[in-house]
């Protein structure tokens, strides 16, 4: 079956689309006749480059689009840039105006490609087709696929699937040549005359597939049509294969901007291959079968070093609840160890916390932390409740700087579908960067670690000889356990103690020794996360070589083991560690302890009350009641404050983390919504969301072809579209009839056309579509009055100055020609032959750009700053008409909506007050439109045909090979 594009192009829809207000679209046909018509010998765009160009289905969600990219041709953006609307459309159908489409487009029919020197040579996807064919992906599979509803309409190609315009990289990603206008116009100055081949053509054409046609989150988005479907998965029994590639370290790579890091063609394609002729993982030949797989790894691109045994490792890393594989287990294994451990030791402070509130101020506590002033004034007591020694503080304050880099630059590859990720590792330097830092940090921690070592076996040596010197066991065990970091049976049973006083069960907390059971556990769970995230970080950084070694399903397990330890330890220091030595009420805002080796009064009485008592007892210091200090009622009071929002804090933390850790083992892995939610129908939302500057690489909309440029500019301050009542483009009452009206929404306010009265002129004035503002003339069309006016050779500053200013304002709104515009006249002399030709240029082609990046619109001016707002009546009417909804009766219905619109008419203006000569209905000189446009919107002939137009008359339009007359 050979593929074919969607039914009617916006061309072929124009029928339709003017049976209700035809006069629009000769009005667009007429404007600026003759300034596409080297780029666009049909004339098609002369109606079809104008913005909003579209209708709603009866419902007023599906968009059908008729609008495309002047740009697209004029700077060659796709494939299709060099071909003729006629080429694909047939002539005799669409030389009729208004179109009536008969004809389906067939892609695998013969093309005509003119070359530079005027030879015609043929081309076909005829070939592509074949291949689909023999693939996983043939026309037979996917127009079989299990979508409810439909993802395509009927007879439409099953090629929508995947693709959508532009096919070339987007702009922001192309390789800029210094151009000025031209591709070559740098090897032209300085081969004039020697390039026989058409190089604007090569370099974006041929040039460009060197590289993937494809950002890699667009390519997430083709696979993730099928492969992240929930219908699709459930009814063939496959698993979500793009959500475990973005949980690979490819995949959030690809998420966090690397280009470089494998996609889903590197791997099922194999490399340079045909992506076309993707194979079944079961089929002979396929780059993923278990006989080529290895080979597919060990790519020149890839992992060029690695042995067949590295294969086994998985891309597709599926820990799914219904599959007891090891891996699954062991991921259970550590988020219970993380659940159990950040449960505990979180409710412990949550408790303590409550419980400080709640108890009252025991007279006991302020004697001990009397006690423990007396003692850190005292020398001796001083120096033996030091906590930490300076060579300790060093190793800590290292350990500290090294765990923060790794833990900061990790944190943001393991969530790399978070909002923030990419913020961060952008913040960082990008992700090669942060990479770097995370192996250097890493390597530093465990030789930190390795010191650490080396250090506490000196400790021993020096403890051994001072038992010999006393007569005391010096064997090395014995040793060992008499240091005070081991742990020992009094720990537990001050541990559950601990818990007994929480509980209310009982009254006084433990009296700790030297070192609490939770610092020895902390100290023992670091000795542990060193020992096991580095080693899995070694394992996974030298890949190839562990699979060498060992096997490349020890992978595997090094990903989960790397990535859950580490998450259980940065959420631990967060959350546990840190409340302890800078968010507790005794150490806040931090504990000296880690500066100067001593720790707050407060907190020795708290955690260290037996080591206080004992060293009190035997320096023989007491404590009399006028040394107690008893806090006053208000910071008490703000204490207990303080107290009980980390109680909060800390519970939202609890909740957070265990949400997250059940997620993961309960729940099968599901592809980020960034990736998943790309447009499955055309809409007025998909339009204005799917081009913001924040996510500029979403792929189109499926069952759409013709590129959509991102032009639609959200109005902000419009009470018609923001109330609830209207979309954005409006006019949709029957499906295909609006689309001219639709067009002129985007740049005149409903008011200008549905305000009652039948006035000579209308006041009308620029309004800003983000504030509602009134503003100068749009830039656009400033820029438009000065390049007429401006001799490319002359300089002239203030013009200059006007210029540069008008083109900063203009490309503020992303337009990338608009942009190479502005630095072109920013960074050439004026009055130089590059000046001269960037001038020019800017003036053959400034009309591709006034059609509607205005970011303003035309608004009725009544003499305020704001654009017209709805009165408070009308805001009334509107809210009540939207909660009655279908409840209402039908003369409440209409009553509402007569006073929600107050003095507005239901239908609107028709288009010969503002299309025939002056006086007209609007002062277009008084916008800012130049005397030639003017003159194209009030000449006669439009306002004659107009009228025909709207008798029901129609006519042809003479197209030829040469162009349209």
């Known amino acids: 079956m050979a593929p074919t594009l969607p039914e009617p192009s916006r061309l072929m829809m124009l029928w339709r689309l003017t049976r209700s207000f035809g006069a629009w679209g000769l009005a667009a046909l007429l404007l600026f006749s003759g300034s596409a018509s080297a780029r666009d010998p049909d004339g098609c765009l002369e109606c079809h480059r104008y913005r909003g160009l579209s209708s709603l289905d009866a419902q007023g969600q599906a968009l059908r689009l008729f609008s495309t990219s002047a740009e697209y041709y004029s700077q060659q953006l796709g494939p299709?840039?060099?071909?003729?609307?006629?080429?694909?459309?047939?002539?005799?159908?669409?030389?009729?105006?208004?179109?009536?489409?008969?004809?389906?487009?067939?892609?695998?029919?013969?093309?005509?490609?003119?070359?530079?020197?005027?030879?015609?040579?043929?081309?076909?996807?005829?070939?592509?087709?074949?291949?689909?064919?023999?693939?996983?992906?043939?026309?037979?599979?996917?127009?079989?696929?299990?979508?409810?509803?439909?993802?395509?309409?009927?007879?439409?190609?099953?090629?929508?699937?995947?693709?959508?315009?532009?096919?070339?990289?987007?702009?922001?990603?192309?390789?800029?040549?210094?151009?000025?206008?031209?591709?070559?116009?740098?090897?032209?100055?300085?081969?004039?005359?020697?390039?026989?081949?058409?190089?604007?053509?090569?370099?974006?054409?041929?040039?460009?597939?060197?590289?993937?046609?494809?950002?890699?989150?667009?390519?997430?988005?083709?696979?993730?049509?099928?492969?992240?479907d929930p219908v699709f998965l459930e009814k063939t029994g496959q698993h979500d294969a793009v959500a475990s590639y973005l949980h690979s370290f490819h995949g959030k790579a690809q998420i966090l901007g690397d280009r470089q890091a494998a996609t889903c063609t590197d791997c099922h394609a194999g490399e340079g291959e045909d992506v076309h002729d993707i194979l079944g993982k079961a089929q002979a030949g396929s780059a993923v079968n278990k006989a080529e797989v290895a080979e597919t790894c060990r790519s020149a691109r890839c992992h060029?070093?690695?042995?067949?045994?590295?294969?086994?490792?998985?891309?597709?890393?599926?820990?799914?609840?219904?599959?007891?594989?090891?891996?699954?287990?062991?991921?259970?294994?550590?988020?219970?160890?993380?659940?159990?451990?950040?449960?505990?030791?979180?409710?412990?402070?949550?408790?303590?916390?409550?419980?400080?509130?709640?108890?009252?101020?025991?007279?006991?506590?302020?004697?001990?932390?009397?006690?423990?002033?007396?003692?850190?004034?005292?020398?001796?007591?001083?120096?033996?409740?030091?906590?930490?020694?300076?060579?300790?503080?060093?190793?800590?304050?290292?350990?500290?700087?090294?765990?923060?880099?790794?833990?900061?630059?990790?944190?943001?590859?393991?969530?790399?579908?978070?909002?923030?990720?990419?913020?961060?590792?952008?913040?960082?330097?990008?992700?090669?960067?942060?990479?770097?830092?995370?192996?250097?940090?890493?390597?530093?921690?465990?030789?930190?670690?390795?010191?650490?070592?080396?250090?506490?076996?000196?400790?021993?040596?020096?403890?051994?000889?001072?038992?010999?010197?006393?007569?005391?066991?010096?064997?090395?065990?014995?040793?060992?356990?008499?240091?005070?970091?081991?742990?020992?049976?009094?720990?537990?049973?001050?541990?559950?103690?601990?818990?007994?006083?929480?509980?209310?069960?009982?009254?006084?907390?433990?009296?700790?020794?030297?070192?609490?059971?939770?610092?020895?556990?902390?100290?023992?769970?670091?000795?542990?996360?060193?020992?096991?995230?580095?080693?899995?970080?070694?394992?996974?950084?030298?890949?190839?070589?562990?699979?060498?070694?060992?096997?490349?399903?020890?992978?595997?397990?090094?990903?989960?083991?790397?990535?859950?330890?580490?998450?259980?330890?940065?959420?631990?220091?967060?959350?546990?560690?840190?409340?302890?030595?800078?968010?507790?009420?005794?150490?806040?805002?931090?504990?000296?302890?880690?500066?100067?080796?001593?720790?707050?009064?407060?907190?020795?009485?708290?955690?260290?009350?037996?080591?206080?008592?004992?060293?009190?007892?035997?320096?023989?210091?007491?404590?009399?009641?006028?040394?107690?200090?008893?806090?006053?009622?208000?910071?008490?009071?703000?204490?207990?404050?303080?107290?009980?929002?980390?109680?909060?804090?800390?519970?939202?933390?609890?909740?957070?983390?265990?949400?997250?850790?059940?997620?993961?083992?309960?729940?099968?892995?599901?592809?980020?919504?960034?990736?998943?939610?790309?447009?499955?129908?055309?809409?007025?939302?998909?339009?204005?969301?799917?081009?913001?500057?924040?996510?500029?690489l979403t792929r189109g909309p499926l069952a759409h072809y013709h590129q959509t440029p991102p032009w639609f500019e959200d109005d902000t301050t419009n009470d018609c579209t923001t109330s609830g009542c209207h979309p954005q483009l409006p006019h949709g009452d029957k499906v295909g009839t609006r689309a001219f009206l639709n067009m002129h929404a985007t740049y005149i306010d409903c008011r200008v056309c549905h305000l009652g009265g039948e006035e000579a002129t209308l006041k009308v004035a620029w309004f800003d579509l983000k504030t509602g503002a009134r503003r100068d003339t749009p830039a656009v069309l400033r820029l438009t009055a000065l390049l007429k006016a401006m001799d490319p050779v002359k300089v002239d500053e203030p013009q200059i100055e006007a210029l540069r200013a008008a083109l900063a304002e203009a490309a503020t709104g992303g337009n990338a020609q608009l942009r190479r515009w502005r630095e072109a006249v920013e960074t050439t002399r004026p009055g130089s032959r590059v000046w001269q030709r960037v001038i020019i240029e800017m003036r053959a082609r400034i009309t591709d750009h006034l059609h509607g990046e205005y970011q303003a619109k035309i608004a009725v001016d009544e003499g305020e700053d704001q654009r017209p707002k709805a009165s408070e009546a009308e805001r009334e009417a509107t809210a009540r008409y939207l909660e009655g909804g279908a409840g209402l009766a039908e003369g409440e219905r209409k009553r509402l909506v007569e006073q929600a619109h107050g003095a507005l008419r239901a239908e609107g203006r028709l288009c010969t007050p503002c299309h025939t000569p002056a006086p007209g209905l609007i002062d277009y000189a008084a916008l800012g439109y130049t005397a030639e446009r003017i003159k194209a919107l009030q000449t006669e002939m439009l306002a004659r045909r107009m009228k025909k137009l709207q008798e029901g008359d129609g006519f042809h339009m003479k197209i030829t090979p040469e162009g349209v007359h």
Not at 499 to 510: A, I, Q, S, T, V
Not at 650 to 661: E, K, R, T
């Open 80 to 228: 299709h840039a060099r071909l003729a609307c006629t080429d694909c459309h047939p002539r005799e159908e669409v030389q009729v105006f208004p179109h009536e489409v008969k004809t389906r487009v067939d892609c695998t029919q013969a093309c005509h490609l003119a070359t530079p020197d005027n030879v015609e040579r043929r081309f076909s996807h005829s070939e592509v087709a074949r291949t689909l064919e023999r693939s996983a992906h043939g026309d037979k599979a996917l127009s079989s696929l299990p979508f409810d509803p439909p993802l395509l309409r009927e007879g439409q190609s099953s090629c929508l699937y995947c693709h959508d315009e532009p096919l070339y990289l987007h702009p922001k990603q192309q390789v800029e040549m210094g151009r000025s206008g031209e591709p070559d116009i740098r090897c032209r100055s300085c081969h004039q005359g020697e390039l026989p081949v058409d190089t604007a053509y090569f370099t974006q054409h041929v040039g460009a597939r060197f590289e993937p046609q494809r950002p890699p989150r667009q390519l997430a988005q083709v696979c993730a049509v099928c492969h992240s």
């Open 304 to 696: 060029v070093g690695a042995t067949p045994e590295f294969s086994a490792a998985a891309v597709h890393l599926e820990i799914d609840p219904a599959k007891r594989t090891p891996e699954y287990y062991l991921a259970v294994f550590f988020v219970l160890l993380t659940a159990g451990t950040i449960f505990v030791f979180l409710l412990m402070i949550i408790l303590d916390l409550l419980g400080s509130v709640i108890r009252k101020h025991s007279h006991e506590d302020a004697r001990r932390v009397a006690l423990a002033r007396k003692l850190l004034a005292h020398r001796e007591g001083r120096q033996r409740l030091t906590r930490l020694t300076v060579h300790q503080r060093f190793q800590h304050w290292f350990l500290v700087i090294t765990f923060a880099t790794v833990a900061i630059t990790g944190m943001g590859l393991k969530f790399a579908d978070s909002s923030w990720a990419p913020a961060l590792m952008s913040a960082l330097g990008g992700l090669s960067v942060a990479r770097g830092l995370h192996r250097i940090a890493g390597a530093a921690m465990l030789l930190g670690f390795g010191y650490h070592l080396i250090y506490l076996l000196v400790v021993l040596v020096r403890l051994r000889q001072a038992a010999r010197r006393e007569g005391r066991p010096s064997g090395w065990l014995a040793v060992i356990l008499s240091t005070r970091i081991i742990p020992t049976p009094q720990d537990l049973f001050d541990f559950l103690d601990l818990w007994r006083h929480l509980l209310f069960l009982k009254k006084g907390r433990p009296r700790f020794g030297h070192f609490t059971f939770l610092e020895k556990f902390e100290y023992w769970a670091v000795t542990w996360g060193c020992l096991v995230i580095g080693l899995s970080g070694l394992a996974l950084w030298k890949s190839e070589l562990t699979s060498a070694l060992l096997s490349g399903r020890v992978l595997n397990f090094a990903f989960i083991i790397h990535s859950d330890e580490a998450f259980l330890a940065v959420v631990y220091i967060l959350a546990v560690h840190l409340f302890s030595v800078m968010m507790a009420p005794g150490a806040f805002p931090l504990s000296k302890g880690s500066l100067t080796g001593d720790a707050p009064p407060v907190e020795l009485a708290e955690w260290h009350g037996g080591e206080v008592e004992a060293l009190a007892e035997a320096l023989k210091i007491e404590v009399k009641d006028e040394d107690i200090e008893h806090e006053g009622r208000a910071l008490r009071w703000l204490k207990h404050a303080y107290r009980l929002s980390l109680v909060v804090v800390f519970s939202l933390v609890l909740y957070a983390s265990l949400a997250y850790l059940f997620h993961t083992i309960l729940t099968r892995d599901a592809a980020p919504t960034s990736i998943t939610e790309i447009p499955r129908v055309l809409t007025v939302e998909s339009l204005t969301t799917a081009h913001k500057e924040a996510a500029p």
